[in-house]
């Protein structure tokens, strides 16, 4: 959706004393002074990216128009530099000559230019480095005397991460090429389903709506609240009660006709333990790093809300075997544990489970011995009532004795009550069969067992379940691994797919949002399958996980706000 610059929407006039007289049986008029000029426009086409890529050409097959993140309308570019191509998508557009155009855009991502070239006069550009959220980059330029083309652009910078951007403006005198059509009003949303509930609030997931700047939530036939994203929590709700929701697409040119009507039920109001909220359906699942490794360094509340489980990494051993215990790093930047206390306990208030993740690439906890699974038991479970953590998340990945941790793991549940999260993130060759320890002890206590969100990453080939190898990276990498599980006797609900949340959040194996939502799609839905397709499909699938909310973070939280919406709008 583009956006004329504040103060530029105005007609230019001409006002000239006219006054006729007959001469010579002619008619005349004097006093006027120039002729009659349109109104200034938007000279650049698709300059939302609502319609792809057309009307642009990006270097080196550097651009794609993405879901989200969006800054108006459905899309946004983004454009991913690598070697010595810099990502530069350009434009021509139609220009008059001795004419003064602004030209401006809307970025956030990596380091980004946006430019202008051809002017026939000075060419000029503008700059930000990297940017967490949507920034408006503005310049103008003057046209030559004999200048009817011009090309805008913008690019990033070589290495750097990808960058986003949406609403460029090239906004001055036709130059005979018009302008975009004013908006639609939007279609209406669909998709709408419930996601985590509690007992006094119901969040709301639907898909969104191409020419759509914002939503509007009606509960029993009433607005209630506005949003601007693709979800949305309705609190101050009755507990063990069933309410029904809409949702409406709004934009300049009005409101959409309302979504099909979901409804929802709140939780009792004594279900699970004090202050932990039920796990949804569909959940996602992010790894929140108590270490600064060069990622975006997050509080808890700085962790975006796609999130309805989040890992704190990590516990750390004592010399006991089977203990742990919990460090806060002050690289994170808390002034206090007390701090980090209440930030748990907000985010449990709005519906999300924090756990606390044990193991990790250089962690390393021994549970081998009934004296090392009682103090793994207890010790996790005072960490549960020190700091209000929902649970714990296995993530060993030097061994495990599937017996012992068994052990441990039941003890837990049984202190915990029904209310435990329990989450496993194996590594692809800990899942490849059910006699390895991890595949074992993910059965064991399958009765208790939340969600195992194996590493689809780091791996290297593997087979699928129809004894065919894959390669990671790919959507059959992850469909045909995932069946092993699926196949092997854990519920759908209990499988997620775990991946990397940026090109540097692992050492290999990234894939775009796109193919994970593909595999999701395979899964639940048997579309958008690649060349291994299940024999049957699991619309129970739990959903994704990602390594981790910071590298999310530092890539502008694309990972999150594509899958987020898509995993909370599975069936």
Not at 309 to 332: C, E, K, M, R, Y
Not at 359 to 365: H, P, S, W
Not at 446 to 454: A, E, G, R
Not at 490 to 498: A, F, K, T
């Amino acid at each position: 959706m583009e956006r004329a610059p504040d103060g530029r929407g105005r007609i230019r006039t001409w006002i000239g004393g006219a006054v006729a007289v007959l001469a010579a049986g002619a008619l005349s008029v004097t006093g006027l002074s120039g002729s009659a000029q349109a109104a200034d426009i938007n000279v650049a086409k698709n300059a939302g990216y609502e319609s792809g890529l057309a009307n642009w050409t990006c270097s080196a097959g550097s651009g794609a128009t993405v879901g989200s993140p969006v800054h108006g309308g459905a899309a946004a570019l983004r454009a991913t530099p690598a070697g010595q191509d810099n990502a530069k998508c350009a434009q021509a557009v139609a220009v008059q000559p001795n004419s003064t155009y602004t030209l401006s855009a809307w970025v956030q991502g990596g380091y980004v230019y946006l430019g202008a070239e051809g002017t026939g006069t000075t060419d000029v550009s503008t700059w930000t480095p990297d940017s967490s959220g949507w920034k408006q980059l503005t310049t103008s330029f003057r046209t030559g005397a004999s200048t009817r083309s011009v090309t805008v652009y913008t690019h990033g910078w070589y290495g750097q991460t990808p960058y986003y951007a949406d609403d460029l403006s090239v906004f001055g005198p036709d130059g005979g090429g018009g302008t975009d059509p004013g908006p639609q009003i939007p279609a209406a949303p669909s998709g709408l389903a419930v996601g985590s509930v509690t007992s006094s609030s119901v969040t709301l997931n639907w898909s969104g709506v191409s020419g759509a700047t914002g939503y509007n939530v009606y509960r029993s036939g009433t607005k209630v609240q506005s949003a601007t994203g693709t979800s949305s929590t309705v609190t101050g709700l009755a507990a063990n009660t069933s309410y029904d929701f809409q949702v409406t697409a709004t934009n300049a040119a009005g409101e959409s006709a309302r979504s099909a009507t979901v409804s929802g039920r709140t939780a009792q109001g004594g279900g699970n333990p004090p202050g932990n909220p039920s796990v949804p359906k569909h959940a996602l699942t992010g790894y929140w790093q108590n270490f600064n490794n060069g990622a975006t360094v997050q509080k808890l509340r700085d962790v975006q809300s796609q999130y309805d489980i989040i890992a704190v990494s990590f516990a750390d051993a004592t010399a006991t075997p089977g203990q742990i215990t919990f460090n806060l790093d002050p690289a994170v930047g808390y002034a206090s544990v007390a701090d980090f206390k209440a930030d748990i306990a907000a985010k449990k208030s709005a519906g999300k489970s924090v756990i606390i993740s044990v193991g990790g690439e250089k962690g390393n906890v021994t549970i081998n011995s009934d004296a090392s699974a009682t103090a793994f038991a207890d010790s996790t479970y005072a960490l549960m009532r020190e700091y209000g953590f929902s649970g714990v998340d296995i993530d060993l990945e030097h061994g495990i004795n599937s017996t012992y941790l068994t052990k441990a793991l039941r003890q837990l549940s049984a202190k915990a009550g029904s209310g435990l999260v329990l989450t496993m993130a194996p590594q692809t060759i800990d899942m490849q069969s059910t006699s390895g320890e991890y595949f074992k002890t993910a059965l064991n206590v399958k009765d208790i067992l939340t969600v195992v969100n194996m590493q689809y990453y780091n791996s290297g080939s593997m087979l699928g379940c129809d004894g065919k190898v894959y390669s990671q990276g790919s959507v059959d990498f992850l469909t045909a691994l995932a069946c092993i599980q699926l196949e092997g006797g854990l519920d759908p609900s209990q499988v997620g797919l775990g991946v990397p949340a940026s090109t540097r959040g692992a050492g290999s194996g990234y894939v775009d949002p796109s193919i994970v939502k593909n595999a999701l799609d395979c899964l639940a839905r048997g579309t958008n399958c690649g060349s291994f397709k299940p024999s049957r499909t699991y619309p129970g699938i739990r959903g994704a996980m990602t390594w981790s909310t910071n590298w999310d973070a530092t890539a502008g939280n694309a990972w999150s706000n594509a899958v987020g919406p898509h995993v909370h709008g599975l069936p």
